[in-house]
C-alpha cells in the first residue's frame, strides 16, 4: 500500500509503482467515482481511431452502395 497526498489544487500524485503495473502515463484519463467513503480511479481505456486509418480499404462503398439503391427505387 502506499499514501499520497492531496495539493491545495486538489491534485493528487498516483505512486510510480502503481502507474506502472497499470500502464498509465501523462495522457491517460481516468475516470473518479465515490463509492461511500473510498474514491476509486479508474482509467479510460479508448481506442485510438488513428490507428485503425485504413482497416477498411477496399471494402465495399456502403454510401455508394446505399446512394445506388434509393436511385433505383425512385425507377
Not at 473518479?32 to 465495399?60: F, Q, Y
Amino acid at each position: 500500500m502506499s499514501e499520497t497526498s492531496m495539493s491545495t489544487k486538489g491534485q493528487v500524485v498516483i505512486p510510480v509503482d502503481i502507474r506502472r503495473a497499470l500502464g498509465l502515463d501523462r495522457n491517460t484519463r481516468l475516470r473518479v467515482e465515490r463509492e461511500g467513503e473510498r474514491i476509486v480511479l479508474t482509467p479510460i481505456r479508448s481506442t485510438d481511431w488513428r490507428a485503425l486509418r485504413g482497416c477498411l480499404a477496399g471494402e465495399t462503398d456502403l454510401l455508394a452502395e446505399l446512394e445506388a439503391d434509393r436511385r433505383a427505387d425512385r425507377g
